[in-house]
């Protein structure tokens, strides 16, 4: 068994709570996740099965997520999970205004992970150091934003936004909210989060845990073929004789003087595993059966 499973996280479970429970459903140990998502956040998480837990590494990086962000309140956690540290009316603020500043976050940016978030400092996690009591300030990573659009726009002492966001690997929604509140002087923090996209999925196909145990309970449950996320990757097909010997950890002449990543296909379009290529060879990276 192995495979891809698009999982539409539900709210209040880790990560982890979601890799326990889809192995006491497949009964099946070797399971992981492509891109952590808060306990707080929805939405896609995919799930890996059996030997597809190899191809984690080769997957897209690129996500994208609906985020709405409340303006007029700050928390210790940059979300409504913590603490308020102030809070204080933002009737004031227009639809334009935050138009104008949204402007600030399009493209590559600057940003200061929050301080419980899983980033590491001296060997812990930020979260770890926050709960005992110890103020880490994490250094700056640049991380991009292709998109930031305004999606709905809720006036009130504390008003809303809703944002649809398109960004680059490792960029904190949080971060936004809590950066957005500052630029705007009023202070802003992240009140509800879900991931559209992640890895080569979309939410649009993804399916809860009740649908999944409905599935499996039908008998019709099917993991995604270990190849659904790897499109963004070239393909290449080779003979039977090739693909033997590629299977068996062999390199194969390739005529190729580019060093990239490649899906590796039978003729007949049977999945094999991932190779690189370099000097006109290609060498099994991750391969997936024995033979063909």
């Known amino acids: 068994m192995q495979g891809f499973v698009n999982l539409n996280k539900p709210f209040g479970w880790t990560s982890h709570d979601c890799v326990a429970k889809m192995r006491k459903f497949l009964g099946l140990k070797q399971i992981g996740h492509a891109g952590t998502l808060d306990p707080a956040a929805t939405g896609v998480l995919p799930l890996a099965v059996g030997k597809a837990t190899r191809l984690l590494q080769f997957l897209p990086e690129n996500k994208a997520y609906r985020a709405t962000v409340k303006l007029g309140v700050r928390t210790t956690t940059d979300d409504l999970q913590g603490e308020v540290i102030t809070?204080?009316?933002?009737?004031?603020?227009?639809?334009?205004?935050?138009?104008?500043?949204l402007q600030q976050f399009q493209g590559k940016i600057e940003q200061i992970p929050p301080t419980y978030s899983a980033v590491q400092i001296g060997g812990k996690r930020l979260y770890q150091?926050?709960?005992?009591?110890?103020?880490?300030?994490?250094?700056?990573?640049?991380?991009?934003?292709f998109k930031i659009e305004i999606l709905d726009w809720r006036e009130g002492d504390f008003p809303e936004v809703d944002l649809a966001i398109a960004c680059s690997a490792g960029?904190?929604?949080?971060?936004?909210?809590?950066?957005?509140?500052?630029?705007?002087?009023?202070?802003?923090?992240?009140?509800?989060?879900?991931?559209t996209a992640s890895s080569g999925f979309s939410l649009f196909n993804s399916l809860t845990f009740t649908e999944l145990e409905a599935q499996l309970q039908a008998g019709n449950?099917?993991?995604?073929?270990?190849?659904?996320?790897?499109?963004?990757?070239?393909?290449v097909h080779v003979n039977t004789t090739d693909a033997k010997k590629w299977c068996q950890g062999q390199r194969i002449t390739y005529q190729s003087n580019s060093s990239?990543?490649?899906?590796?296909?039978?003729?007949?379009?049977?999945?094999?595993?991932?190779?690189?290529?370099?000097?006109?060879f290609l060498f099994p990276l991750v391969v997936l059966t024995q033979s063909p």
Do not use: C, M
């Open 171 to 195: 960029t904190y929604i949080r971060a936004i909210a809590r950066d957005l509140g500052t630029l705007l002087e009023t202070g802003g923090t992240l009140a509800a989060l879900q991931r």
């Open 87 to 101: 809070q204080k009316t933002a009737k004031h603020l227009t639809l334009a205004a935050v138009k104008t500043a």
């Open 129 to 145: 150091l926050a709960r005992q009591g110890k103020t880490v300030k994490a250094p700056a990573r640049t991380v991009e934003v």
């Open 260 to 280: 990239q990543l490649w899906r590796v296909y039978t003729e007949d379009g049977h999945f094999l595993g991932i190779a690189q290529s370099k000097n006109n």
């Open 221 to 235: 449950f099917q993991l995604l073929p270990p190849d659904t996320p790897l499109q963004h990757l070239q393909a």
